[in-house]
């Protein structure tokens, strides 16, 4: 997938974030957002209450999401701990979209099971069985003509 097919993507998977990873979309960006929950997804993260550059938590924060959206979330949430979700199922939904694309490109080329074996396997590092369960399974992700509509 390329930027603008992933940035897609994330966009027909936000109806799957939690309430808490919404609203940090809402103040951030779908992106960003998507870099905290790498970071520090599944934690309380203590937000300090101010943003000194040199306290140690808003240098982790700046670190992961960058200083103007660490500086953001201080602000909004300065003196708590907040919580970062995981967004499980729409990082599932994305990866499973990813499958997906990447068995339709090399299908043709390599035929149903060496795609499977050679290709994904491998890159997913998920064994045969689940690839072929996401690969009978639909979509979870928005249709494209929906998804600009939801985030907004």
Do not use: W
């Amino acid at each position: 997938m390329n930027r603008n097919d992933h940035e897609m993507a994330m966009a027909r998977a936000a109806h799957l974030l939690p309430d808490n990873a919404r609203q940090l979309v809402e103040m951030l960006t779908l992106a960003t957002t998507l870099k905290l929950v790498d970071a520090y997804g599944g934690t309380h993260f203590p937000v300090p209450k101010t943003a000194r550059q040199e306290g140690q938590y808003f240098a982790a924060l700046a670190e992961a999401v960058g200083v103007d959206a660490a500086t953001k979330l201080v602000k909004r949430y300065g003196n708590t701990r907040l919580y970062v979700p995981k967004c499980a199922a729409a990082l599932r939904a994305l990866r499973d979209a990813s499958i997906r694309a990447d068995y339709d490109m090399s299908c043709a080329e390599l035929g149903h099971n060496a795609t499977v074996n050679n290709v994904l396997v491998p890159k997913y590092k998920l064994c045969d069985r689940r690839i072929e369960e996401i690969l009978a399974k639909a979509d979870d992700l928005l249709p494209i003509d929906t998804a600009q509509g939801s985030l907004f």
